[in-house]
């Protein structure tokens, strides 16, 4: 049912249901004229024969109120043909209550016209008309429709396949013309939905015939361009910013180092030291994960394509953060598979070693992390589990935001909350996707999706 929401089977749908009230009403009243016509061209053939029959009554001799009947042999062949509707003839005359002569083929049933009745009449099968020459003289002529019938349904058939094929052709070409007044929104649609990934740089272009949809696409071009030069600028600044804050944060590092290593006066200015030095050198990361940040942003971080095993990655990220795990008592377990993909491995251990810490940070002492790789046939899977307090539903959809924290007391750790934001940029450079699942059961899940 969701295909039928669209404005394109929508259009269809109506153009279908248009174009088939169009043929249905063409069809019914070709076949009401086609009808029409064979039952006039019936009635004026039987008409011509009835001046035959008058002309065929002739007054009795010795009794000029009495009639008689004789129709020459000549004339009678017209009636006595043989054929699939054969023409009868019926006469009644005044001095009679019966029929006086009828051919060969009439029927043995039919009734007296009464004067005062349409002079053509539908009796079941039989077409008939009648003509009144004198007072209680009738003459009758009449012929199946058995054959006109099967002739109008063969019609009425080959209407219904004429309109099936024009309404066939309509459909697809109907589906063209809608598909080609689509595609501007088809456009703007893809297009919307890369720069909602991240591609700025994506445009809709126009056709140049000047449409409401060709000024649309200009307009929302426009508006990328500038969300575009505004992202640009922002990650220029952000950029320029970090670099510029180095300087005097290696400085104030210099310093506290300096002070540290030489001969402190009291205690209270050795711990006033060390508190400038472990303010310095968290400075230094966060400044170090911004400029990060802003280079992929820009485009400006080269990414390697190289072909590695992401089981591989993991198991050295793994190795290397042991040590830490173990000092809050977590257990690391891993579940490899060989999963080859193509991309920059550093990065990617970047990714894997960002995951980790999160996990441990963010996990009960004593908890469990376990990590998995597998291989699908479009992608290659990572995922990181642990066992630490879930996420609430209202801050999952920015767990990937920069500076956002769900633990507002961890505030003070040594990480800045650029770690989620920059795996996530990592993974949209390699074309992959990372998404989270938490809930108090289950525990926390971040999973990465790279295409093969």
């Known amino acids: 049912m969701r295909r039928f929401r669209s404005i394109r089977w929508r259009l269809q749908l109506w153009h279908g249901l ?12 070709a076949y009401q004229l086609e009808s029409g016509r064979q039952l006039r061209r019936m009635d004026e053939d039987l008409r011509r024969l009835l001046p035959v029959l008058v002309s065929a009554q002739h007054p009795v001799r010795g009794d000029r109120e009495r009639r008689e009947f004789d129709l020459p042999a000549r004339d009678a062949a017209l009636f006595d043909r043989p054929g699939d509707d054969p023409v009868y003839y019926v006469v009644w005359l005044r001095h009679s209550d019966r029929p006086v002569t009828r051919s060969t083929t009439a029927p043995r049933d039919v ?7 349409p002079t053509t009449r539908q009796r079941g099968i039989w077409r008939e008309t009648f003509l009144f020459p004198g007072p209680g003289d009738v003459v009758l002529v009449g012929r199946p429709v058995l054959g006109d019938r099967i002739a109008l349904r063969q019609f009425a058939w080959g209407l219904a396949a004429a309109g099936t094929a024009v309404m066939a052709i309509g459909l697809v070409i109907g589906a063209v013309l809608v598909g080609r007044a689509l595609r501007p929104i088809q456009d703007i649609g893809t297009a919307a939905q890369r720069i909602a990934t991240g591609d700025l740089t994506q445009r809709i272009g126009t056709g140049g015939s000047g449409s409401e949809l060709d000024q649309l696409a200009a307009v929302l071009d426009s508006t990328f361009a500038r969300l575009d030069a505004a992202f640009t600028q922002q990650a220029r600044f952000t950029a320029d910013a970090a670099h510029e804050l180095r300087t005097p944060v290696a400085i104030v590092l210099t310093h506290a180092q300096n002070g540290l290593a030489g001969t402190c006066p009291d205690t209270g200015h050795r711990e006033a030291f060390e508190a400038i030095q472990r303010a ?4 230094r990361r966060l400044i170090g994960s911004l400029l990060e940040l802003a280079r992929f942003e820009s485009g400006q971080e080269p990414l390697q394509r190289v072909e590695f095993d992401l089981a591989v990655v993991v198991a050295d990220g793994l190795a290397l953060l042991q040590p830490l795990a173990a000092e809050r008592g977590i257990r690391l377990r891993s579940e490899p598979t060989a999963s080859l993909c193509r991309g920059d491995a550093d990065r990617m251990a970047q990714v894997v070693s960002n995951l980790l810490i999160n996990a441990i940070e963010y996990n009960h002492p004593g908890g469990e992390i376990r990590v998995t790789t597998r291989r699908t046939e479009h992608a290659v899977e990572l995922g ?3 066992t630490g307090p879930s996420i609430p539903a209202e801050d999952l959809p920015h767990i990937f935001e920069r500076f956002r924290r769900v633990d507002r007391s961890r505030d003070s ?4 909350g650029l ?12 074309g992959g996707v990372i998404a989270v699942r938490s809930d108090p059961e289950n525990g926390t899940t971040f999973t990465v999706s790279l295409p093969v």
Request: glycine share 14%; charged share 10%.
């Open 18 to 29: 248009l174009l088939f009230v169009t043929l249905a009403g063409f069809g019914t009243t």
């Open 111 to 117: 009734p007296q016209p009464e004067a005062g009745e």
């Open 419 to 430: 770690g989620l934001a920059i795996a996530k940029s990592i993974v949209q450079a390699h």
């Open 384 to 386: 990181v589990w642990n």
């Open 280 to 283: 310095a050198q968290r400075m």
């Open 413 to 416: 750790s040594g990480h800045g």
